[in-house]
């Protein structure tokens, strides 16, 4: 055969695999192409205002996926196929955990978070509502990918076995050895540029707008803003390692007396009310049974539909009790535990994690151990899985005598996640009066949990246009609770109990339902920022006192980590000397000026609502007269909460993450 024939053959035989064999050259782009195409779709399904991919963003991007990538090129073409295929394929799943996560929590996953990643499986419907079928486009490569690296395989060894029998020879190939130098020369280029597409974007945000990003307490999407998805992670993973393998943990003596000197002061705010308030110990010795609702929210109180009334049991209820209607949960990605910290430890959640699965073994100054200076037994009821946010490890360290679980309850009214609310109450009141008095009692519910879907036999609430919907299945939820707290004031009056003790609930979060029109046609009203800020924040706050004082609609601003000194104060047990923040709310003396401080340093007082910009940028924040939700034109009016707000947050951070409980009594001995 002539040379120009075998050359014609050799043409032919290569022609079917053509493409596939063009492929294993141009792996590395078609690599970085196709993800930086599902970072932009990732940006654009979690649309965070002012945080639009730009071209910064998009330089990140490339950078931070030739870093992850270029190893990749010291591999074989095949190998080199394969490694990029698995890379796809990882972090793609990443991308999509991330947005699931994002779409409940409005948040980005942390390594503290994947502690808690055993709650996952859990969830059940929860995650089935979070997904979308527009999420298929993030992995429509699959598709391709997958047949074309198993095609790109086989084309080669077809096309090697068709030349030897073409040509009587074996094809020859350039050692992988001797290719290894020009393949790190080209990984290390790529790792350079790669380099540099990352450190001068983030190095400019550092330098101006972003000044302080990665040395200052900045919210997740504030750091996502800068770094980009992938870089957050890979920012996310050497924090965590800095705090907790490669340096020593402990406060220093100036982060202790910081420490000190702002819970001091905010405890003499206490004692000064301690001193002056006739309603301090008013109620000495009287038991305490708090309620922490499952995500029930106060815009549904007094509300009817249809003209049938959302919360009947509820709005009977606060006419023998103090309602506060300006009342506001403080949690972030811990959710139901960071409430649970909030109202019994009067500390802030940490901006990642929770502290229940982060800082169990830490110290608290909680209602339970301080109840039990003055004589009282502490037990907590939840009819769940009692490893559940860790609760089995973090309650002991709360101090309480008894974690009643699931395992504690007779499951026979199966509803949603667990046991139902009616037979949770009538349970927990049955253990309740064979205590010792004086008790504390802390319950959590659960019926009205995400997604929010109850069976039909349970369903009294005509819902209307909203049946079918999320936002429909919440009000059925929220109704069905309603009633179970009727059940439960029932059976604490048939136990005589009612007459004994203080009984206050709370909501623990907001809904997590994104779509605001149904909110608005529920409420029959258009709602401009300001109120939407309100309403996810907000929650109900109901104090029932043995004698029926004090009823009344209260509109002073409180949150949830003023519900223990709240009960403090009520039970004549000064509070000066823990390590808390909240201040008592049931006072004949408000506080003037009493701000709510949120994670992300937003706060809410009786005179402004501050909102900061998640990008970070001081310029897009905004500050709102609380009285009518006006956008304030000088949002000077702003600056000292702003300051205050993060002075709040850090301290507690100090205490929570050094574990400074323990020397900030030293100090004080």
Not at 21 to 36: E, G, N, S
Not at 111 to 116: D, E, H, R
Not at 383 to 392: C, V
Request: aromatic letters at 12%; proline letters at 4%; a neutral charge.
């Amino acid at each position: 055969m002539s040379i120009p024939e075998l050359s014609r053959k050799r043409r032919r035989l290569r022609a079917p695999f053509r493409f596939a064999a063009l492929l294993p050259r141009l792996d590395l782009f078609l690599f970085i192409a196709l993800m930086l195409f599902k970072l932009a779709l990732f940006d654009r399904f979690i649309h965070v205002p002012y945080m639009d991919m730009n071209r910064d963003d998009r330089l990140v991007a490339v950078g931070t996926l030739a870093l992850l990538s270029f190893w990749t090129l010291w591999l074989p073409r095949q190998g080199r196929l394969l490694a990029l295929i698995v890379l796809d394929l990882a972090l793609t799943a990443l991308l999509y955990s991330d947005l699931l996560y994002f779409r409940y929590f409005q948040d980005l996953i942390t390594i503290p978070v994947l502690f808690q990643a055993g709650q996952v499986g859990e969830l059940g419907g929860s995650i089935h509502a979070l997904l979308s079928w527009r999420d298929l486009w993030l992995f429509a490569d699959w598709l391709a990918l997958l047949p074309l690296g198993v095609l790109a395989v086989i084309g080669k060894r077809r096309r090697r076995d068709r030349m030897r029998r073409a040509t009587g020879t074996t094809a020859s190939k350039p050692s992988p050895v001797r290719t290894f130098p020009a393949r790190l020369a080209t990984s290390a280029v790529v790792f350079l540029i790669g380099f540099s597409l990352v450190y001068v974007p983030v190095h400019k945000a550092q330098k101006t707008w972003a000044h302080g990003v990665f040395s200052g307490n900045w919210w997740n999407l504030s750091l996502y803003n800068v770094t980009g998805v992938l870089g957050f992670h890979g920012y996310d993973i050497y924090r965590y390692a800095d705090e907790h393998w490669f340096h020593d943990n402990a406060a220093t003596a100036e982060q202790i007396g910081e420490a000190k000197q702002w819970f001091s002061a905010r405890g003499q705010v206490r004692a000064g009310l301690d001193k002056t308030d006739p309603l301090f110990g008013q109620y000495k010795e009287a038991n305490v049974i708090l309620l922490q609702l499952e995500a029930f929210q106060s815009f549904v109180i007094g509300q009817r539909i249809g003209g049938q009334e959302v919360t009947p049991n509820i709005n009977k209820l606060m006419a023998t009790s103090l309602y506060f209607d300006h009342f506001y949960h403080q949690t972030a990605q811990g959710r139901t535990s960071d409430a649970d910290l909030a109202a019994n430890a009067s500390l802030q959640p940490m901006p990642s994690g929770s502290v229940f699965t982060r800082f169990a073994d830490h110290s608290y100054d909680s209602m339970a151990l301080t109840l039990k200076d003055y004589g009282y037994m502490a037990n907590v009821f939840h009819a769940y899985d009692g490893g559940f946010w860790n609760r089995n490890i973090m309650y002991d360290t709360l101090g309480y005598d008894q974690f009643f679980s699931k395992k504690a309850f007779v499951i026979d009214e199966p509803l949603g996640w667990s046991l139902g609310d009616k037979s949770f109450f009538k349970q927990s009141v049955s253990i309740m009066k064979t205590q010792r008095q004086p008790f504390y009692s802390f319950m959590i519910s659960l019926s009205s949990h995400h997604p929010y879907t109850l069976p039909a036999k349970v369903q009294t609430l005509d819902v209307g246009k909203f049946k079918g919907t999320m936002f429909g299945d919440y009000l059925e939820a929220v109704h069905y609770v309603d009633a179970a707290i009727g059940v439960l004031v029932d059976e604490l009056k048939s136990a005589g109990l009612w007459n004994r003790s203080i009984f206050l609930f709370y909501g623990d979060h907001d809904n997590s339902i994104p779509d605001w029109q149904p909110f608005e046609d529920f409420l029959g009203r258009q709602l401009d920022e300001a109120d939407r800020f309100r309403i996810l924040k907000g929650v109900p706050l109901v104090v029932h006192l043995p004698d029926d004082a004090h009823a009344g609609t209260y509109s002073q601003a409180g949150g949830q980590l003023d519900v223990t000194p709240t009960v403090l104060h009520l039970l004549g047990i000064p509070s000066s000397g823990l390590t808390m923040i909240g201040t008592p709310l049931v006072t004949k003396q408000p506080l003037a000026g009493k701000r709510v401080v949120f994670r992300n340093g937003a706060f809410i007082d009786d005179r402004v609502i501050y909102m900061p910009a998640e990008d970070g940028l001081e310029e897009h924040s905004k500050c709102y007269a609380s009285t009518d939700g006006r956008l304030l034109a000088d949002s000077s009016a702003c600056a000292a909460g702003v300051a205050e707000a993060r002075k709040e947050l850090e301290a507690s951070d100090l205490v929570v993450g050094h574990d400074l409980v323990p020397a900030m009594h030293a100090k004080r001995e």
